[in-house]
């Protein structure tokens, strides 16, 4: 990768950034003019990356390298006819000086284009050429944002039909046609069921959410009282909804669901709670619609929408062990899906199988309620990071006073590959930033991992969904010895007043508290649809061969049935290729 002018260069000459991307994007412009695939794979570094949401392909795929890129853009080009490619002059997407990772400048630029359906969006992060040399984008982002004629709507008036009609009679009107004859039956209404609807109401998808709580926002209600969101507000915040600026750094669990069941009534959302999707709903081929049967509060109502979107946890029942001796064990057996805090557990002796994010929750709880001992029981590695630190890095991915769409835009425009590559570069400065702390957990006896390719804690999130833990204080107690690790070793049996491990060694137990995690959604969503349907339906979760996350958003293998998952800031952004795909099934852009 050619790399002549430092950072400190562009950061001198304001002009240059803007200089380098004029030049790429003028280059770029030229190579689509002439529907030419090897001049437009010229201007991506050799060894660069290209992240085609939707524009090239009816598909979310990454490619990367010279070959890969160069022969996905030679069937694809012409048929995308992509034209007046122009950079972003925004204040929030125009060109700047920036890193990637220490050590290495870059240009980074949003721009827009547009094709004859669609206008377009990309984000780009360019290589400063040596002198008399291209530059050339390290990375490259190209999306599609709304389909000419059908736009995302901004906002509504409030006034209607000449002002003669009330918002309340406009709502119930609109409620009564949803609840009639649904478009898309969404599964699901914490942040992801919530956000896709909300982004199918403003694309004009008529949309009903089933939630199986009784209220809207118990699915986070009924976790351990002392949750809260590890990443900063910036990055957890609602679609079209921002949170007031008195809300706190890190959301906490009461909040977050009070927020939730608001957010559902101030976007307009029909949710019916209660409610459930019964086995086991059918797609008709011909009619292109399901036969769906809703358990609403015990009352069957049939429907049949054209599209279901499951957008539940990609956890599904939790993962109970089978413990031998468990029947006279006289103690507490739970799993940490059902820990409602630690005051019940004060003067008890507990041991916590497992050491990811519940269990050091769960344990900082228990020791703090006043529990006489807390052993947390770690089989394998644990990845760790403070919330410090990671507040460092998503701060700086997602600032405060930047537009969340802007934020969003920018971390999209970094393939999970690049990331990972990121990750690696930066996991000495993370380690170097937590030394303290992670220099006295492996003196305590708790060992740690960096991840499988030393990627770190946030590629472990994409990877598994797992095997690591957020510090918000169990690390300190671990340290103190407030907390105990049994490392390395598994439960071989319980005795009536404890605990026998696999290396022989005993220990006595009031309580014991399962954070063993969780078992994939896709064994519940077999139940519902049965093995024949989700058997043909992509995994969910963890990276897929196209370099792409598993999160959904995009077809799933059969048709009507889609994905919707993964983490708030991703149910925020891809919510729109998820509604950009219905919508051109609808206009007959795409088959279904």
Same mark, same amino acid.
């Given at each position: ?6 950072? =400190? ?21 030229? !190579? ?13 570094? =050799? ?15 990454? =490619?990367?390298?010279? #070959?890969?890129? =160069? ?6 080009? %012409? ?19 920036? @890193? ?30 040596? @002198? ?14 709304? /389909? ?20 309340? #009679? ?13 478009? &898309? ?11 896709? %609807? ?5 694309? *004009? ?5 089933? #939630? ?21 507000? &910036? ?23 009070? /927020? ?11 949710? /019916? ?16 619609? /399901? ?14 929408? $054209?599209?279901?979107?499951? !957008? ?47 269990? $050091? ?11 006489? $001992? ?28 930047? +537009? ?5 835009? !920018?971390?999209?425009?970094? +393939? ?22 992670? @220099? ?24 598994? *969904? ?29 005795? +009536? ?11 006595? %137990? ?34 897929? #061969? ?32 998820? !509604? ?13």
């Amino acid at each position: 990768m050619a790399n002549g002018t430092g950072k =400190h260069a562009l950061g001198q000459h304001g002009d240059l950034s803007f200089d380098i991307a004029t030049s790429w994007i003028t280059a770029l412009n030229n !190579a689509v003019a002439h529907l030419d695939a090897g001049a437009f794979t010229a201007c991506i570094a =050799h060894d660069g990356w290209l992240r085609d949401l939707l524009v090239f392909a009816p598909d979310l795929r990454t =490619h990367r390298g010279y #070959e890969a890129i =160069h022969s996905h853009l030679e069937n694809t080009l %012409a048929q995308a006819q992509i034209s007046n490619l122009v950079l972003d002059d925004s204040p929030y997407g125009k060109p700047k000086a920036s @890193e990637f990772g220490p050590g290495m400048p870059i240009v980074e630029t949003a721009f827009n284009f547009e094709t004859p359906k669609a206008t377009g969006k990309g984000y780009v992060r360019i290589l400063p050429p040596s @002198e008399g040399e291209a530059p050339t984008a390290l990375c490259l982002m190209m999306m599609l944002s709304d /389909w000419k004629g059908h736009e995302e709507i901004d906002h509504e008036s409030g006034v209607f039909e000449g002002h003669n009609l009330s918002w309340q #009679e406009v709502r119930d009107r609109r409620r009564a046609e949803i609840e009639k004859d649904p478009l &898309a039956i969404v599964v699901g209404a914490a942040q992801s069921g919530l956000q896709v %609807a909300a982004r199918f109401r403003q694309m *004009g998808i008529r949309t009903l959410v089933l #939630e199986q709580t009784a209220r809207v926002g118990d699915v986070w209600r009924n976790r351990y009282p002392t949750l809260a969101l590890h990443t900063p507000r &910036a990055h957890h915040c609602f679609l079209y909804q921002p949170y007031p600026s008195n809300w706190p750094e890190y959301t906490p669990r009461d909040k977050l669901a009070y /927020w939730i069941e608001q957010y559902a009534e101030t976007q307009d959302l029909v949710v /019916w709670t209660s409610s459930s999707l019964e086995p086991t709903p059918k797609y008709n081929a011909t009619t292109k619609r /399901w036969d769906a049967v809703i358990n609403r509060n015990g009352v069957p109502v049939v429907l049949h929408p $054209a599209h279901i979107v499951i !957008a539940v946890s990609m956890y599904g029942d939790p993962v109970v062990p089978s413990l031998a001796g468990a029947a006279s064990f006289r103690g507490t057996i739970l799993h940490a899906s059902a820990f409602g805090g630690g005051a019940p557990f004060a003067g008890q002796t507990v041991v916590v199988v497992g050491a990811g994010n519940s269990a $050091a929750d769960v344990c900082q709880d228990l020791a703090f309620r006043g529990a006489s $001992a807390v052993t947390m029981v770690q089989r394998s590695a644990t990845a760790v990071v403070s919330s410090a630190y990671l507040a460092a890095t998503f701060g700086g991915a997602f600032p405060e006073g930047r +537009p969340t769409y802007y934020s969003d835009l !920018a971390f999209a425009g970094m +393939p999970v590959g690049l990331l990972r590559e990121l990750g690696k570069r930066v996991q000495p400065f993370a380690e170097k930033f937590d030394k303290e702390m992670l @220099e006295g957990l492996k003196k305590s006896g708790f060992k740690l991992t960096d991840g499988p390719d030393h990627s770190g804690q946030i590629l472990m999130v994409f990877d598994r *969904g797992g095997g690591y833990f957020i510090d918000v204080g169990c690390a300190s107690l671990i340290i103190n010895g407030s907390v105990k690790v049994k490392q390395g070793t598994e439960i071989d049996r319980l005795t +009536p007043t404890g605990v026998v491990f696999a290396d022989g060694s005993e220990q006595e %137990a009031d309580a014991i508290i399962l954070a063993t995690g969780w078992r994939p959604v896709r064994e519940k969503l077999r139940r519902i649809f049965g093995r024949d349907v989700i058997d043909h339906t992509s995994e969910l979760w963890g990276v897929d #061969e196209g370099g792409e996350l598993r999160a959904g958003y995009k077809p799933s293998g059969q048709p009507g049935l889609w994905f919707a998952t993964g983490d708030f800031a991703i149910s925020r952004f891809y919510s729109k290729f998820l !509604a950009l795909f219905i919508k051109g099934i609808e206009l007959g852009y795409f088959s279904s």
